[in-house]
Nanobody, 113 residues
Framework: VKLVESGGGLARPGGSLRLSCAASGFTFSSFAMSWYRQAPGQERQLVASITNSGANPYYADSVAGRFVISRDNVWNMLYLQMNNLKPEDTAVYYC???????WGQGTQVTVSS
């Protein structure tokens, strides 16, 4: 099982970024997936999750209405569209496959003016 995130970087407050996670080594379309983030000195927290079919996405209160989680089961990709970014969104973002307890390497998102 392998998860590789990409798409992080520096964004201005109010800006947008789109994170991607390439999954391999398992039947991606069969399992729920999640995005987590970890800011310096803080615990890793759940940002959003999605079922195997893409239905019923869950969002943490801090990102609801600004972030959108989606997936492409043909290309084995997980996405996180992040809009109206805030400085408090600064963190390392991780893709997570709970069924396999596997994390990606993370991608840094920095929101600063």
């Amino acid at each position: 099982v392998k998860l590789v995130e990409s798409g992080g970087g520096l964004a201005r407050p109010g800006g947008s970024l789109r994170l991607s996670c390439a999954a391999s080594g398992f039947t991606f379309s069969s399992f729920a997936m999640s995005w987590y983030r970890q800011a310096p000195g803080q615990e890793r927290q759940l940002v959003a999750s999605i079922t195997n079919s893409g239905a019923n996405p869950y969002y943490a209160d801090s990102v609801a209405g600004r972030f959108v989680i989606s997936r492409d089961n043909v290309w084995n990709m997980l996405y996180l569209q992040m809009n109206n970014l805030k400085p408090e969104d600064t963190a390392v973002y991780y893709c997570y496959a709970s069924r396999f307890a596997t994390w990606g390497q993370g991608t840094q998102v920095t929101v600063s003016s």
